[in-house]
């Protein structure tokens, strides 16, 4: 009888949950990645003894490389670093900086899925050159030159320091490109 009795309350209990449970239908997640807080757009004027100067973020730090202007634009927060090489253009031939800028945009083909070219013309502040944007699972997604064509060349990479993934990183790389294109639009030479 006690068997009996333990089964009916087993058995109601059973059909209260299946009845409590609903009509809910589970459908499984697609995997996701981690929330990423994008810096604020404010801008300062880079303040450095190079012959050169631009807006940078607010939240950016400049990092001196110990070379004559070498630097990175570091975002602590999204883990990139815009590297930033400077060379004065009699130093070498603007031809051989401006082919060597195009090689090493193009050296990524092997991973790109594709390269974008953006001119960029300034001549009241005496700055032109190329932007490259690189599609695909490339290590860098932005890289350019910009010259005076007579004195300065100025050459900027794009780096993360994670694994590159497009899908997860277009948020940043989006952010950062324009990031870039800040940079590009305020460059100014200082007289040299």
């Given amino acids: 009888m006690r068997l009996k ?12 949950l299946a009845l409590a ?4 239908k589970y459908s499984p997640k697609p995997r996701g ?5 994008l810096p604020e757009k404010k801008y300062e004027l ?17 990092v001196d490389k110990g070379r004559e202007c070498w630097g990175d634009v570091y975002y602590p927060s999204l883990k990139a670093r815009l590297q930033l090489t400077y060379k004065k253009v009699s130093e070498t031939t603007l031809d051989t900086l401006l082919e060597d800028g195009r090689n090493l945009a193009y050296k990524h083909t092997v991973k790109a899925d594709g390269i974008r070219e953006k001119l960029f013309t300034s001549p ?3 700055v032109y050159g190329i932007l490259y944007k690189i599609q695909g699972e490339a290590a860098t997604s932005t890289q350019f030159f910009m010259t005076d064509s007579t004195r300065h060349f100025l050459r900027g990479v794009l780096y993360f320091y994670a694994e590159p993934n497009e899908d997860s990183l277009k948020p940043v790389n989006d952010f950062m490109y324009d990031e870039v294109i800040r940079l590009v ?4 030479w200082q007289n040299s």
């Fill in 5 to 16: 009795m333990r089964w009916k309350k087993s058995s109601l209990l059973l059909l209260v």
């Fill in 21 to 24: 449970c609903g009509e809910e």
């Fill in 33 to 37: 990645y981690f929330r990423i807080d």
């Fill in 46 to 62: 880079l303040g450095t003894d190079c012959p050169y100067t631009f807006e940078k973020n607010v939240n950016a730090q400049w």
């Fill in 124 to 126: 009241e502040k005496e």
């Fill in 185 to 188: 639009e305020t460059l100014q």
